[in-house]
């Protein structure tokens, strides 16, 4: 074996390591989950090194420089963050918007509508690149495959999901055999297969090359509102129910690996963090939940707020964990080592339904019935800047990989872009 290049990623910082073995290319990732802006860059090559066979001495002063990258890239959101500016206004749909994503490079943008389209932007214009109609109801859940983003997957009321090529507008593929609304769809990490969630109680599995179905899951006793593969190798699939149960199935079979049980109330979010050694949970009983993916034990219940909790999110290096709550705010969590409360953020007026961390983890994004977003810092809690202008309320926002760019989406018809 003999490594031919380092490439670099960024969010959660990585490395990825080209070589070859018997005249062919390969790629092996190596994760630096802990790298931070105090982490000792010799000390960490030096463990590299030790560690890993492809890494010898003769390529020590490249690696230094490219975890040298990765630690600046870190430090550049820095503790006050950013300041954000309205870019673009997009007149996005006739009716309401439902759901947005960026693809991975944060130049184009989805949305979705109650209008029964899903439509395709470019970021930097603000033009439309594509409408996707086919669905005879409300499109409900929208999403690129990731990394590649050459495909696009709807989830609609009309009880179908649709794999949609984003270049053409083609409709590649309609999912078939659900008997109520799909509210939840996602590609696995390969862009191989797609799983669905269904208010008909239950999810499924589909090949993506055929667009058949793989499996029917069965065991929920109420919707199934959230869903997400594992993010490495997306052979585990969690579910999260209005039965508040979470589901852990094995994609490769059709019963269940395990059920997570402890909530008193509707399950609202479920998520894996990076690693997949980790399942969030948030619950309309109040509380969010960390669990083991591997023992099945809950490893911790957080209940400060005094109302439902909406959502949940983990950092991109699965050392912090995020709520936002009808109660008008955000915490966020530790959850490597002791789980306790690290910030509130407190400042919305109307409940907060959205939450995420910026890329490199130093600002936190908020999105309130109140009609506005908010920025905010992690570390203390502040708030750094307040998104305001949309005519009605907002329920979802994101940002960009690179952190660059923020989507926020109203019920006022109208998306924005943020820069």
Known sequence: MKLLKFHLRYYPPGLILEYSQKGTIKNKEIDLLDLNTNSNIKEVAQHLCTKEALITDEVRDRLEQCLDTLKKRIEHEGPAG?????????????????????????????????????????????????????????????????????????GSFDKTAKVWDPSSGEC??????????????????????????????????????????????????????????????????????????IALWDVRAKDRVSVFQGHDGEISNVQFNWDSSLVGSSSLDGSAKLW????????????????????????????????????????????????????????????????????????????????????????TGNCIQVLSGHQGEIFSCAFSYAGDAIVTASKDNTCRIWR
Not at 218 to 234: C, I, K, M, S
Not at 338 to 349: N, T, V, W, Y
Not at 370 to 377: C, L, Q, T
């Open 82 to 154: 950013k300041r954000f500016y309205i870019y673009k206004t997009l007149q996005t749909h006739l009716l309401p918007l439902t759901n947005v994503a960026f693809d991975k490079t944060g130049k184009r943008c989805l949305t979705g509508s109650y209008d029964r389209t899903c439509k395709i932007w470019d970021v930097e214009t603000g033009k439309e690149l594509k409408s996707f109609s086919g669905h005879q109801n409300v499109v409900y859940s929208v999403g690129f495959n990731f990394p590649a983003c050459d495909r696009v997957l709807t």
């Open 292 to 379: 083991d993916a591997r023992s099945n034990s809950c490893l911790a219940t957080v209940a400060g707020h005094t109302d439902e909790v909406l959502d949940i999110c983990f950092d991109w290096a699965g050392q912090r964990m995020a709520t936002s709550s009808s109660d008008c705010s955000a915490r966020i969590y530790d959850v490597k080592s002791d789980f306790k409360e690290l910030a509130i953020m407190k400042g919305h007026r109307e409940e907060v339904s959205k939450v995420c961390f910026s890329p490199a983890g130093g600002c936190l994004l908020t999105a309130s019935a109140d009609r506005s977003a908010r920025i905010w810092n992690t570390t």
């Open 172 to 245: 590649l593929a309609t999912l078939w055999g659900h008997r109520a609304e799909v509210v939840a769809a996602q590609f696995s990490s390969k862009g191989d297969l797609a799983a669905t969630g269904s208010m008909d109680h239950t999810a499924k599995l589909f090949d993506l090359k055929t667009g058949t179905e793989i499996h029917t899951y069965n065991g929920h006793t109420a919707e199934v509102v959230a869903l997400q593969f594992d993010p490495n190798e997306g052979r585990r699939l969690i579910t999260g129910s209005f039965d508040g149960t």
